[in-house]
């Protein structure tokens, strides 16, 4: 499974990460890879609870909008390994 993220720098040189088709999923690193990583790690875990409720998960967006004042921003895909099925667990 691959997803767009959006990388942006700050002012202090970490990495926020964005992934826009999936609402509310942001993370972040101290460098590039480490923002990548963490990126990859909070996607498996935002889709897999997706898989836990019932959920369909959302395909990746083609178009991602950029605001002008973000002026260090990096776009690329990632691909992240992802159970098929997740057994639901059953409330007592």
Known sequence: ???TVVLLRTSRGRY???VPALRGCITEGDNLAEA???AREAIQAYVESLQIEG???PEDRPV???YEDETDVWVTR????VATAVAKTASR
């Open 1 to 3: 499974m691959t997803y």
């Open 16 to 18: 926020v990460v964005r």
């Open 36 to 38: 990548l990583d963490n």
């Open 55 to 57: 959920e369909s998960v």
């Open 64 to 66: 991602i909008e950029l």
């Open 78 to 81: 990632v691909t992240v390994k």
